[in-house]
C-alpha cells in the first residue's frame, strides 16, 4: 500500500470547481473519488496550516499561531515559527514509528530539516541560498545530480512585471515536480508528500485578473487567462507525476486555505491610534512599520492600550500591567477591555459606513488548548476580505493598496481534499482529520 | 547556516565525526535490516535511530542564524504574510 499527498497551496473549492472541466488530470480523480470542501484551521495560513494537517493539532495545541510568534512578552519578541516549533508528532512521524518510510517535499513548516525515517526537502520558508534544506544532507547531492537547482519559491514576488512574475511561478513549479517525479521514482516510499506554492502566489497576483466579481476585474486584461492557465499547466505537472507512481498507489489532493477576492485593508494600528487604545510620542512622516516604531521607542506605552500586527488577517495584543514590560491594562480589567476591543472592531464599517462583517476571535474559544503565547485577538477584517496592515502613517484607516506592494487575493476558510478512492464522507471535512485519514489508509488507528 | 548542535553538523567534514564500534554479527544484521530500504548504510540507519532516540529526551531543535531569520522575515512581508 502506497499513499501520495499532493498539496497545493491555496486552492480554493469554488475556484476548482469553475476550472475543473479545463484539468483533465484532477477532473480524472474526482470522476473515480471524492471532492470535498476542506475546513482550514484558523487563520487560514500556510503556516500553520499544514502542519495542523500533518499533525491533527490546531495552531493553540501546537503553540503556533502564524509565521511569526511571540517568544515572550516583551514588546519585539516576535519568534518565526521553523521546524523546531512543531513538536507533535507528524503523520510521517507515526508512520516511521510503523516501519514506514516517507518521502517529504517542500512541506511548509520542515525548515531547518529534522530526521525523518525517509527522506525530507525542506519547504517554505526556508531561506532562498539554504544549503542544509535536506534530510539526510547527502539527499542535496542526489537533488544537483537530478535536476540542478531546487528553487523553494518565486524569487522576486511583489513586482509589476505580471509576465515575468508568471514565469518564474512556472519555472519554480517545473523545478519541484520535476523533482518529485524523481523522488518518487529513484527513493523507496510508502508515503509520499508535497506541497507547491504556485498556485497562491498565482491568486495573490492574477485574482482581479481571473474573477469577473472582483472589484479590480478588467474584462480587457492581457492576464485574464494566466490563471486558468497556469492552473492547466499545474494540472499537467500533477499527471506526469501521477502517472509515475507505482500502480495502485493511493492519491489525495489537498490545499491548506481557500482564496477569495481582497477587497482592501485596515490599517489596524491607526484605527487604534484613532480610537485612543495606541498613543505615539510622534505621528510618522510617511507609512511606518509598527516593529520600527516600536524599536525607535516612538510607542508611547504609558498610554496604550493595545498595538496591532498585520498580514492576512489581523492580530492584537494587549498592553497589560504586570504581563508586559509597562502594561498599563489592569490584570482585572483585561477581559472588560478585550470584549469592548472585539465588540468595536467587530462593528468597524468600511469607509461608506456599510458593515464590513468582521469576525474577531478569542483563542481560549478557538483552540482545544492555548500553548505558547496567542495574540489576545485575531481578527478577521470583512471575515478575510480585508487584510490587516500594520503601518502606521497613512492619516486614515481604510486602504486600497496593499503596503507590501499589489496584491487581489486573500486567504478563505476552506480549502479542497479530493481522494481516490472515494471517501465516504460528509461535502466538507476538517483539515486536523487528514492525518487520522492517511493513517486509516495504511491500517493504523494510533491517535494522538 | 549555523545550525547549534552537531546532530545537523555538515558530514563533509571529518573532523565532526566519530567512530562507534559494535559487535560485528549486530552489524551484520543490521547490514540485513537496511537491504532494500531507503538507507544506503548501516551508518545512515544507525545514526537516524541514535537521534530519534536522542530527540525525544533531549531535543536539541535546529535554529536559524539571525542572518536567514532577516532573510525569511524580509520574504515573508514581500509575500504578503507580514
Redesign the interface.
Known amino acids: 500500500m502506497r499513499l501520495a499527498l499532493i498539496g497545493l497551496d491555496g486552492v480554493d473549492p469554488g475556484a476548482l470547481a469553475q476550472l475543473l472541466p479545463d484539468l483533465p488530470t484532477l477532473a480524472g480523480i474526482v470522476r473515480g473519488g471524492s471532492f470535498l470542501r476542506l475546513r482550514s484551521v484558523d487563520p487560514p495560513?500556510?503556516v500553520p496550516a499544514w502542519m495542523c494537517m500533518m499533525t491533527g493539532k490546531d495552531p493553540g495545541e501546537l503553540g503556533v499561531y502564524?509565521?511569526?510568534n511571540r517568544a515572550d512578552h516583551s514588546y519585539t519578541g516576535l519568534a518565526?515559527a521553523?521546524?523546531?516549533r512543531f513538536?507533535a508528532p507528524a503523520v510521517w512521524d507515526i508512520l516511521g514509528r510503523h516501519g514506514l518510510?516517507s518521502?517529504l517535499l517542500g512541506i511548509p513548516g520542515t525548515y531547518?530539516?529534522?530526521?525523518v525515517?525517509?527522506?525530507l526537502v525542506s519547504g517554505f520558508?526556508?531561506?532562498?541560498?539554504?544549503?542544509?534544506y535536506t534530510y539526510?544532507?547527502?539527499l542535496a547531492d542526489d537533488i544537483r545530480r537530478w535536476i540542478g537547482s531546487y528553487a523553494f519559491d518565486v524569487r522576486?514576488?511583489?513586482t509589476e512585471d505580471k509576465a515575468g512574475l508568471l514565469d518564474q511561478v512556472r519555472t519554480a513549479t517545473a523545478n519541484r515536480f520535476a523533482l518529485a517525479r524523481r523522488m518518487v521514482a529513484e527513493?523507496?516510499?510508502d508515503f509520499f508528500a508535497m506541497v507547491e506554492m504556485g498556485p497562491d502566489?498565482v491568486h495573490?497576483v492574477f485574482w482581479a485578473d481571473h474573477d469577473p466579481t472582483h472589484p479590480k476585474h478588467d474584462p480587457g486584461s492581457a492576464f485574464r487567462d494566466a490563471l486558468r492557465d497556469y492552473y492547466r499547466f499545474l494540472d499537467h505537472k500533477l499527471g506526469e507525476l501521477l502517472a509515475g507512481l507505482p500502480a495502485g498507489t493511493q492519491v489525495l489532493v489537498a490545499s491548506d486555505h481557500g482564496a477569495q477576492p481582497m477587497l482592501g485593508g485596515i490599517a489596524v494600528n491607526e484605527w487604534l491610534l484613532q480610537e485612543g487604545y495606541l498613543a505615539l510620542h510622534e505621528y510618522p512622516e510617511r507609512p511606518t512599520r509598527i516593529e520600527a516604531l516600536i524599536r525607535e521607542g516612538v510607542v508611547d506605552w504609558s498610554r496604550t492600550i493595545a498595538w496591532g500586527?498585520?498580514?492576512?488577517y489581523g492580530r492584537v495584543f494587549l498592553n497589560v500591567a504586570g504581563r508586559e514590560p509597562a502594561g498599563v491594562v489592569p490584570p482585572g480589567r483585561y477581559e472588560e477591555v478585550r470584549a469592548e476591543l472585539a465588540e468595536r472592531l467587530t462593528a468597524l464599517p468600511d469607509e461608506h459606513g456599510c458593515p464590513l462583517g468582521t469576525r474577531v476571535l478569542y483563542p481560549e474559544r478557538t483552540y482545544r488548548a492555548v500553548r505558547g503565547i496567542p495574540p489576545d485577538l485575531i481578527v478577521y477584517f470583512g471575515d478575510l476580505a480585508w487584510?490587516s496592515l500594520?503601518t502606521v502613517g497613512w492619516n486614515r484607516i481604510h486602504l486600497h493598496a496593499?503596503d507590501?506592494?499589489p496584491?487581489d487575493a486573500n486567504h478563505a476558510p476552506c480549502g479542497i481534499l479530493i481522494a481516490e478512492p472515494r471517501l465516504d464522507l460528509e461535502e466538507e471535512y476538517g483539515i486536523l482529520h487528514v492525518k487520522d485519514l492517511i493513517l486509516s489508509r495504511f491500517g493504523i488507528e494510533e491517535r494522538g | 547556516m549555523n545550525l547549534s548542535s552537531a546532530v545537523y553538523s555538515d558530514w563533509s567534514m571529518p573532523s565532526d565525526r566519530v567512530t562507534l564500534k559494535i559487535p560485528r554479527p549486530l552489524y551484520e544484521r543490521l547490514r540485513r535490516v537496511v537491504e532494500d530500504t531507503g538507507y544506503r548504510s548501516v551508518n545512515e540507519f544507525v545514526v537516524h535511530v541514535l537521534r530519534d532516540l536522542v530527540a525525544e529526551t533531549e531535543g536539541d531543535p535546529p535554529t536559524l542564524t539571525a542572518r536567514e531569520v532577516e532573510i525569511v522575515r524580509r520574504r515573508l512581508r514581500r509575500l504578503g504574510y507580514l
Open positions: 495560513i500556510t502564524g509565521f511569526r518565526l521553523t521546524s523546531a513538536t518510510f518521502v531547518p530539516p529534522k530526521p525515517r525517509g527522506r520558508p526556508a531561506p532562498e541560498a539554504a544549503t542544509d539526510p544532507t547527502s522576486e514576488f511583489r527513493l523507496r516510499w502566489r495573490h500586527e498585520g498580514g492576512y487584510r500594520g496593499n507590501t506592494g496584491d
